[in-house]
């Protein structure tokens, strides 16, 4: 089989394309033949060594993916041989990810995609639509798991709404019936925040984004989910409402940030951290389910005409999809194993 793999760390040269045995897959694995892996700032950033990179003699990069099972473990009982899947965490923990034939990964990893989820929503999952879930499930008072219903009367506020994780949570939120604001800084990244389901649209280099949250929402924010805290925390305490959530899982804007004490605490205000790789089975589980019911709902479609540019790369081409998520391209980035 082809594969992409790289053995120390650099820019995207340093990915080159092999030919490799396919692996079979252990106890509680199955081996996924990919049809299309899904490229995130994660992997450009594992790739260069930004962020935590496992001591591997050699790895295939990407965490997310989609295509058919062609070969499972023993003690495997939920998946079978044919069954089309959505990955995630594919390479988290493990040598080899989604940028190649055929991956091995444990069973919990690979989740079944819904008769007519074309395989491209699939490779646009993972971690994008997992860390918007956490993003929406950490407020004070619920809801843990998202549902139809579970989030109405509530209003989310999503930073950054035409980014890929931004883009999940107006789905996700609008599912579960949350009112959705979300920030942008364009017209154009303006329609593509309400083709994915936002209510209203505040654009942060032209307008007073408290100012205008609260004529959206005079009773505060219930939940913020927020790429760039560090420039936005003072916003976000003024606009939070009573026992609100902020939920950052980025450093875009900078390394560290301040909140005014005195709106945050009088507040109740809960702020949290997301890290997708570390919040544990539990969440992780629970985010797989909640997303394949909304997949089952038709209400995490992509492409341009859904707020989700795809942009798409060969399998050779993998370097060139690092470079397009690495210098921001917007939507999501592809790749056609």
Not at 7 to 22: A, I, N, Q
Not at 167 to 187: D, E, M, N
Not at 231 to 259: K, L, Q, R
Not at 261 to 272: M, T, V, W
Request: glycine fraction near 10%.
């Amino acid at each position: 089989m082809k594969a992409i793999v790289y053995s120390s760390p650099g820019d995207s040269s340093v990915l080159s394309l092999v030919d490799r045995d396919p692996a079979e897959p252990g106890q509680g694995e199955v081996r996924v033949r990919v049809e299309v892996s899904g490229v995130n700032p994660t992997d450009w950033k594992a790739r260069v060594g930004t962020t935590r990179r496992d001591d591997f003699a050699e790895i295939v990069p990407n965490q997310d993916g989609a295509g058919v099972v062609d070969a499972v473990g023993d003690g495997v009982t939920d998946l079978r041989v044919g069954d089309r899947v959505w990955l995630h965490l594919a390479q988290h923990g493990r040598p080899t990810g989604t940028a190649q034939e055929q991956v091995v990964v444990p069973a919990a990893r690979a989740v079944r995609l819904p008769e007519g989820v074309d395989m491209a929503v699939g490779a646009s999952l993972g971690v994008p639509a997992m860390t918007a879930h956490r993003a929406l499930t950490v407020h004070e008072h619920g809801p843990a798991r998202l549902h139809p219903g579970a989030l109405e009367g509530r209003t989310v506020l999503v930073a950054g709404g035409a980014g890929a994780v931004g883009h999940a949570a107006i789905q996700l939120a609008r599912w579960a019936g949350a009112t959705v604001i979300a920030t942008i800084s364009s017209p154009a990244k303006a329609t593509l925040a309400r083709a994915a389901g936002a209510d209203h649209t505040v654009d942060y280099t032209s307008e007073d984004v408290a100012a205008r949250v609260r004529e959206l929402a005079p009773d505060g924010v219930d939940h913020i989910v927020e790429v760039s805290i560090a420039a936005n925390a003072e916003v976000d305490a003024a606009i939070a409402a009573d026992h609100g959530s902020i939920a950052y899982y980025a450093d875009d804007g900078g390394e560290t940030f301040a909140m005014p004490i005195r709106p945050s605490f009088a507040k109740n205000l809960r702020i949290q951290g997301v890290l997708l790789y570390t919040v544990g089975a539990e969440a992780w589980e629970a985010a797989a389910a909640d997303i394949t019911a909304a997949l089952e709902d038709g209400a995490l479609p992509v492409g341009e005409e859904a707020g989700l540019p795809l942009t798409w790369f060969s399998l050779a081409e993998t370097a060139a999809a690092h470079d397009a998520v690495e210098q921001g391209t917007v939507g999501k980035v592809l790749i056609r194993v």
